[in-house]
């Protein structure tokens, strides 16, 4: 069975730009969440979609952000325009259920570079 | 305001040794308390984890020691291997409502396991 895959692997953009990063969950997973990773620091909650809805966006930092889910099946994550403070890395993670019983499977991240 | 303080920041062992990673948490409603692994260039991924309703578990050489009053949960690497060199992060789940199946994690410990 495929894992969780993300794309691209690493982004390198300047200030400004836009960037938008994809997110492919395990077949099947109804529940698809977004993380961030700021070197150093705590991986933090920025959303959950179920199926194509979005369930709980109370992680999103800003409205520079913007995250889809069409068709309930892949999901991405736009940022527009890009700032330093965007920089990290960017996990996805899936899951069958939600809470306990639905084990989150986090794909490799997205590395982004704001510069 | 970060809900969960997870120490130390790194850690060095000696083969067979014991590893031991401390995290604490604020609200007493968390009710799962997961522990993700994370190698480089992968995504975490679920080790062990523990409900407050046991004072431990354990699975292989991993053990989770939960303590309900004082609101802390360790994790126990015993005879700490090489393999076991990786990024451990401690985490709680929110129990219910629109937040239902969302993770706070811990800052992370990178744990090395000299030979």
């Known amino acids: 069975e495929a894992g969780v895959t993300q794309f691209p692997s690493h982004s390198v953009i300047e200030k400004g730009q836009t960037v938008t990063l994809r997110c492919d969950p395990i077949s099947g997973h109804d529940n698809l969440y977004w993380y961030r990773r700021v070197m150093g620091k705590e991986i933090k909650f920025l959303l959950h979609f179920v199926k194509e809805s979005k369930q709980d966006e109370s992680g999103m930092p800003n409205n520079r952000f913007l995250a889809e889910r069409t068709g309930g099946t892949y999901s991405t994550l736009k940022v527009q325009p890009a700032e330093l403070e965007d920089s990290g890395v960017y996990f996805c993670a899936s899951s069958q259920v939600s809470g306990e019983g639905g084990e989150q499977y986090f794909g490799p991240g997205t590395r982004l570079t704001v510069t | 305001q970060q809900q969960v303080k997870q120490s130390p920041q790194s850690l060095i062992v000696q083969k067979g040794g014991i590893s031991i990673i401390n995290c604490a948490y604020e609200n007493t409603a968390f009710d799962y308390f997961p522990w993700y692994q994370q190698f480089p260039g992968k995504g975490p991924a679920l080790l062990i984890a523990?409900?407050?309703?046991?004072s431990e578990k354990k699975e292989g050489r991993f053990t989770i020691s939960f303590n309900k009053s004082a609101k802390q949960f360790s994790l126990h690497i015993m005879d700490s291997q090489p393999g076991d060199s990786a990024t451990y992060f401690c985490a709680v789940l929110y129990p219910g409502g629109t937040s239902y199946g969302k993770l706070t994690f811990g800052q992370g410990t990178i744990l090395t396991v000299h030979p």
């Open positions: 523990i409900r407050p309703d046991v």
